[in-house]
């Protein structure tokens, strides 16, 4: 009996401890004023470089990604990876259009939060270039999502529209009319 108990407690110590290891410690508490544009919301700093493919750091970045309000399928095919190299420039191949997520890790150097990656949502607005990190010590940045801007409809999409309502108009009419003469 006491043997079923110590080996209960031990299973529920080892998974508590297994828990503990999956969600990687912060290191400091990021701001949305850490890049520029200024952020929407951020989430981090969170200890380590966890834009990569291991099971634990695709993990970490889902739940980041998560609490932005982003639904990541933890899959890096379709996203943009960059090294940033200690620049304070961050410059995607892809323009950043709309709501825009991405994550940032920053090593060790002086001047950054430490070894720490930090996830922000960002609005891009019509086309950015750039952002700018207000951090030194940049390593790697990921591009997860962009938004697409949804536009004004052309002058020539408006007219169609609106012929489109005078013609549906005029067909009613024309049905009550022949519906009237028949009655």
Known sequence: MNNKILVSVAAAACMVAAAARATPAPV??????????IALSCVGFIS????SNNGGDITAQTNALAT??????????????????GSHTLNFSTLLTGISYIGIHFGGGV?????ATAFYKLDAGAGLDTITLNYNA???AVLYSISPVRGVPE???WAMMICGFFGLGATLRRARRVQDAAA
């Open 138 to 140: 940049s390593s790697d």
């Open 28 to 37: 400091a508490s990021c701001a949305t004023t850490d890049i520029v544009p």
């Open 155 to 157: 002058p020539a999409s």
């Open 68 to 85: 932005l309000g982003l639904t990541w399928d933890g899959n890096f095919s379709g996203d943009e990876k960059v090294s940033v190299g």
């Open 48 to 51: 380590g470089n966890l834009l």
């Open 111 to 115: 001047g950054g939060p430490g070894n």
